[in-house]
């Protein structure tokens, strides 16, 4: 497997400059992180035993970048952004795989331009709403509650990537700021509007969805199937909110399977 | 040196168990388990009352503000309360200071450029006009705008709104959040070219940034003490030398809590009680709810992190153990005898160089009769000790033009000679 590497594009007319990790071998696919930022590491070095997988950050997050988030909008913005960032890759049509935030995202760039996404997988994506199941703002829960909302292992040693611990500035900073920069496209509440578009999606699609989220219970997974044309769901028993930090070889597995499949 | 009465409108009858029962005071304490809305009716006509009452006996301004869902204060539109107070106030030369209706959460802004020019109008020309960006708990948590589009957004209205105050011609704006294709606002403000804007703020860089380049007011409203205060003071006079300003210490506001009573022993009988309803429940306040991640730019943010919050974490861990003498030693509420509170505010005034400064009079559950002896008290015995402060140095350019001469004679009831 290649080593990893990191490259920083300009994109959006030289106004936004994400960093983007690229690693592994194989055909191409892009990886959009969640909202507390790129975190998502062991899952990443999982991908690249299959694929080259790019995994950019999105708006203002990179370091020595953050004022760059105001030069999008709103989410017709982003989605743009991200068909030039793929340009600036060379990737016509790759695989694209999003988790909670980044599976939003990744669902509205395969909806607004179906030709752009060859397989999509969205691992517990935010971006739909029920009243009977409202989705709790993680941006806002007591630190205290996290663990038991977000994590199936609730003394897991990657907790400390999303906890704000006032001891490590750098850290509580970093992880504030990413929370600022994502939640610019889904407050108050992450609903805007993807439900409608769904049926544009043509890429063959996997949802993946831990039985045990607490914060997106499994209930948004039908929902997500129902409204792509030709979807499958892979419900991943005892999987909570953070698979991809608590398990991200099975989920690598699921996912390799499914994209070369 | 110019001296107002700020109020919040707390709730006044929280439960004895609120702090252990419920998570906030702000945004998501439960209004039906709470309140009782002819309760509310009461306390808004007292908060009225005592605002009034301190106008005729002879404060300087008087002021009011925004929050929403908030037990500790619960003055949604600022603008009803200030428009009542214009009208009651009307003859003496006392300044209604809205402090004012919150700009990302109005929209179209226009309606507060309208709603001022009202007020101004309404008072003959005694309002102050006060900018806030807004907390993140009223802003992005009640009222749902995102956080990191905040401070856009009220960079936006805020030109929009002088620019619709002083534009002879009708204009468009196509702005980034607000789109106006004929703004020609009904009424103008009295004041020209507009009213004096103040600019509260919690200590953002950006906010201090914001004023100094502006040439408004910047007003820093605290509970946390003078000590804490200074260190933000301090932060906004760098910015001031470094825009080539004036050190005016009329650019600067404080809000500092008070309570006066007959002696220093006195004080802690009439005042404890509140003092510790005022921090153990109305400051009673989620941390994730204060601020929002985003609602603070990147600077300011790590400027928070890395300088600001040390220090006030640091505080707001002593303050469960407090008693009363040392919330009064740390000068978070300075409360004792008249002579003791002349002292520790001029100190405090002189330390922190501020013009404008406004106190909290009514605190946390204070019943409304302890809350007139307090005005009583300060308006008579520590008030007429500042008069001069300042003046002859410094001109007061953030104070209604027609209320800058020497203040009007009270009569001997000490209400002013031409009130009512």
């Keep these: 497997m290649a080593a990893a590497k990191e490259k920083t ?33 062991e899952l990443l070095d999982e991908l690249g035993k299959n694929f080259t997988v790019y995994a950019p950050e999105h708006p203002g997050i990179t370091a020595g970048d953050e004022d760059s988030y105001k030069a999008l909008d709103d989410m017709w913005d982003l989605v743009l952004y991200y068909y030039d960032l793929f340009d600036k890759l060379g990737l016509k049509s790759p695989a694209v795989v999003g988790h909670s935030f980044g599976g ?7 909806a607004t331009d179906p030709t752009r996404v060859g397989k999509l997988v969205l691992i517990s994506p935010l971006g739909l709403w029920r009243d009977d199941s409202p989705i709790r ?88 199937r129902k409204g792509i044309p030709g979807a499958k769901v892979h419900l991943v028993e005892g999987g909570a909110h953070m ?19 | 040196m110019k001296i107002s009465m700020f109020h919040l409108m707390p709730y006044r009858d929280l439960p004895d168990d609120f702090a252990q029962k419920y998570h906030s005071v702000w945004v998501d304490p439960p209004y039906c388990e709470l309140a009782d809305s002819v309760k ?30 908030n037990a500790y204060g619960f003055m949604p539109n600022p603008d009803l309360m200030g428009s009542i107070l214009a009208r009651a106030t009307n003859g003496t030369d006392v300044a209604v200071v809205q402090m004012g209706a919150t700009l990302p959460t109005s929209n179209p802004p226009i309606r507060i450029a309208e709603e001022y020019s009202m007020i101004d109008c309404i008072s003959g020309g005694r309002m102050v006009a006060g900018m ?86 910047y007003c820093f409203l605290s509970y946390w003490g003078n000590n804490f205060g200074k260190r933000v003071m301090d932060g906004f006079w760098d910015f001031v030398a470094k825009g080539n300003h004036d050190p005016n210490p009329y650019r600067a506001g404080f809000l500092q809590l008070v309570a006066v009573s007959e002696t220093d022993a006195q004080a802690e009988k009439d005042y404890y009680k509140h003092i510790r309803y005022f921090y153990d429940k109305c400051l009673h ?26 220090q006030l974490f640091d505080l707001m861990n002593k303050i469960p153990a407090w008693k009363y003498k040392d919330f009064v030693d ?51 015995e520590v008030l007429p000790h500042f008069r001069g402060v300042w003046d002859g140095e410094w001109d007061n350019k953030w104070w209604p033009e027609s209320l800058k001469g020497p203040r009007k004679q009270m009569s001997s009831n000490g209400v002013h000679a031409a009130a009512r």
């Design chain 2, 330 to 380: 740390n000068q978070f509420v300075i409360a004792g005898s008249p002579a003791t509170v002349r002292q520790q505010l001029m100190e405090a005034v002189k330390k922190l160089r501020v013009g404008n400064l406004m106190v909290l009079l009514h605190i946390g559950s204070m019943p409304h009769d302890l809350t007139i002896k307090n005005i009583d008290l300060f308006c008579s």
């Design chain 2, 285 to 310: 306040i989620l941390p994730e709810y204060f601020p929002v991640a985003g609602n603070q730019d990147y600077k300011s943010l790590v400027n928070s992190v890395t300088k600001l919050n040390p």
């Design chain 1, 104 to 110: 939003m995202i990744a669902g509205e760039i395969a």
């Design chain 1, 137 to 224: 703002n993680y941006i806002v829960t007591p630190q205290t509650e996290l663990p038991a909302l977000l994590f199936k292992d609730q003394h897991h040693p990657s907790l400390k990537r999303i906890t704000l611990n006032p001891e490590d500035q750098d850290g509580f900073i970093r992880i504030t700021w990413a929370l600022g920069c994502t939640g610019k496209f889904m407050w108050p509440i992450p609903d805007k509007g993807l439900r409608k578009r769904l049926h544009r999606i043509a890429a063959p699609t996997l949802i993946v969805w831990g039985k045990d989220d607490k914060l997106l219970p499994a209930v948004y997974a039908d929902e997500f």
């Design chain 2, 40 to 69: 509310v009716g009461q306390y808004y006509n007292w908060t009225l009352d005592e605002l009034i009452h301190a106008a005729d006996k002879g404060i300087d301004g008087i002021c009011v503000n925004e929050h929403h869902q």
């Design chain 2, 132 to 217: 806030p960006l807004g907390t993140s708990q009223d802003v992005n948590l009640c009222y749902g705008i995102p956080p990191i589009e905040q401070r856009e957004r009220y960079y936006e209205a805020h030109d929009l709104i002088l620019k619709a105050w002083q534009s002879p011609e009708i204009f468009a704006w196509n702005g980034k959040y607000f789109k106006l294709p004929m703004v020609n606002i009904w009424p103008r403000p009295i004041q020209k070219p507009h009213p004096p804007v103040w600019i509260p703020g919690s200590g953002s860089l950006s906010t201090w940034d914001f004023s100094a380049r502006h040439n408004h007011c």
């Design chain 1, 243 to 261: 698979m991809p930090l608590e398990e991200p070889a099975r989920l690598a597995a699921t996912v390799a399977k499914f994209i070369k499949g």
């Design chain 1, 9 to 41: 594009l300009s994109v959006w007319g030289d106004k936004v400059h994400p960093k983007v990790r690229i690693l592994g071998d194989g055909p191409p696919i892009v990886y959009l992180h969640g909202g507390y930022g790129p975190i998502e590491t």
